[in-house]
């Protein structure tokens, strides 16, 4: 079965410093990706996604993803963690040949001041 | 002007009882889903309807069942709560299939 592994449920970085969420799936096939973001008591908002071309993937807030076949990865970085960032972060696969989106647990991330 | 608007945004009742949760989307979507979300934050789909027709039904207890009177709306009917139900549940849209999800606020279940 499809799945999605993110590494550290919870991820601590002080402001300014590179945020880096680690996000692996499992598929012989290339699936479309996704990064949400919840802040609290709020819905899953879109923070980039990655379907075909381009493997360096932009997203709002300052936030990119890498695609990389080799590691079925699609690590989310930020190079300067802002206060404003604290939140859960979910990858999402959408596997080849489906159309079901399949969640990862999450990564809680915490910004110190 | 929200896009995908659900209420009530807090629904606490007590076991056996039968409540629903109505949800709306102005974006013109063809596509909406129920989203249940643990206390872990596990996020898992429950149903999809794509143009009023159920497309994704996960191995969600009968006692759930959605209703699509139009394509901007989905409803979420519970029979007979249990306290395994109390959740936060999500409504979503989306334009199609594989496209990103615009998700509502959420309705947090307390089941007593």
């Known amino acids: 079965a499809q799945s999605v592994t993110q590494l550290g449920s919870h991820v601590s970085v002080s402001e300014g410093a590179l945020v880096l969420l680690r996000c692996n799936y499992s598929?012989?096939?290339?699936?479309?990706l996704f990064w949400y973001v919840q802040y609290p008591n709020q819905g899953l908002q879109l923070l980039l996604k990655?379907?075909?071309?381009?493997?360096l993937v932009k997203g709002i807030n300052g936030f990119e993803a890498e695609f990389k076949k080799s590691e079925t990865s699609f690590h989310l970085t930020k190079p300067s963690a802002h206060m404003s960032d604290a939140a859960e972060y979910f990858c999402?696969?959408?596997?080849?040949?489906?159309?079901?989106?399949?969640f990862g647990t999450g990564t809680r991330l915490k910004v110190l001041a | 002007d929200t896009a995908v608007s659900q209420t009530p945004k807090y629904l606490v009742t007590q076991m056996g009882n039968d409540k629903s949760i109505k949800c709306e989307q102005n974006?013109?979507?063809?596509?909406m889903y129920w989203y249940k979300q643990d206390s872990k934050k596990f996020l898992k789909i429950m149903f999809s309807?794509?143009?009023?027709?159920?497309?994704i039904n996960e191995t969600v207890p009968n006692r759930f069942s959605p209703k699509s009177p139009d394509k901007a709306h989905l409803n979420l009917h519970i029979n007979s709560l249990e306290l395994g139900d109390s959740a936060v549940y999500f409504c979503?849209?989306?334009?199609?299939?594989?496209?990103?999800?615009?998700f509502g606020n959420g309705t947090r279940l307390t089941v007593t």
């Open positions: 979503a849209s989306s334009q199609g299939l594989d496209s990103p999800l615009h």
């Open positions: 598929s012989s096939v290339p699936p479309y």
């Open positions: 990655y379907t075909t071309g381009a493997t």
């Open positions: 999402a696969v959408i596997p080849s040949g489906t159309y079901k989106y399949i």
């Open positions: 974006l013109g979507h063809d596509t």
């Open positions: 309807y794509n143009n009023k027709e159920l497309i």
